[in-house]
C-alpha cells in the first residue's frame, strides 16, 4: 500500500494498522468474520504476512488469531495511518472476569440500541463483568444493582473505558 488511499486485501498488505473497508463474501462467512470481530469499520493490525505464503497473523480488539490466505483475500482493508497506535478502543467483550469500567458509547443502530439503552446501559454508567458462561458467552455483568446476561456480539458495541 502506497499513501493510505489504496484499497488492499487483507493477504497482500504490509505489517501494520488498518481499517476494514468490506468484506466479499456469503452472509454465513461474514457472519463468521463478525463473529471474530472483523466487520466494516473495525480496525485491526496485521501481525504477520508473510507474502504468498502461510496464514495472514491478525489482532483485532486484542484478541489474535490467524486466518488462512483464501479468507483474508476476501477482506478488504486500507492504512489506518498512524495516529492508531494512539487510539486504544475497549469494548465491553474485552473485559474479563472481576473487571469493572464505564461506558463510554453505545453503538449500533435501530431496535439493537434502544433495547440496550432501554436495559440501562447509557454513557457514564459504571459496570463490573461478574462471569462469563461456560463457554464464554454470554457475559454476565451488574450495572445500577441488576444483573444483566449479554451475547458477545452484543457486548461488541459497547464501548468502554480503561478496565480497573
Known amino acids: 500500500m502506497d499513501n493510505g488511499r489504496s484499497v488492499c486485501r487483507a493477504n497482500e498488505v504490509e505489517n501494520?494498522?488498518?481499517?476494514?473497508v468490506s468484506i466479499d463474501g456469503s452472509r454465513?462467512?461474514?457472519k463468521k468474520l463478525a463473529g471474530l470481530g472483523i466487520y466494516p469499520g473495525v480496525?485491526?493490525?496485521v501481525l504477520a504476512s508473510s507474502k504468498g505464503r502461510g496464514p495472514v497473523r491478525l489482532s483485532v480488539m486484542g484478541g489474535q488469531f490467524g486466518l488462512g490466505r483464501g479468507m483474508a483475500s476476501k477482506i478488504y482493508v486500507k492504512s489506518a495511518g498512524q495516529d492508531m497506535?494512539?487510539?486504544i478502543r475497549f469494548t465491553l467483550r474485552d473485559y474479563k472476569e472481576g473487571q469493572k469500567g464505564v461506558i463510554v458509547e453505545v453503538k449500533g443502530e435501530g431496535k439493537f440500541k434502544k433495547r440496550i439503552?432501554?436495559?440501562g446501559l447509557l454513557r457514564g454508567s459504571e459496570l463490573f463483568v461478574e462471569?462469563?458462561?461456560p463457554l464464554r458467552d454470554p457475559i454476565e455483568i451488574i450495572i445500577k444493582g441488576y444483573h444483566l446476561s449479554l451475547r458477545k456480539r452484543?457486548?461488541?458495541f459497547i464501548i468502554m473505558s480503561k478496565p480497573e
Do not use: H, P, S
Request: cysteine-free; overall charge negative; glycine content about 8%.
Open 117 to 119: 439503552l432501554e436495559m
Open 154 to 156: 452484543e457486548a461488541e
Open 16 to 20: 501494520g494498522n488498518y481499517k476494514v
Open 131 to 133: 462471569k462469563y458462561a
Open 43 to 45: 480496525d485491526l493490525e
Open 28 to 30: 454465513g462467512f461474514i
Open 85 to 87: 497506535n494512539k487510539k
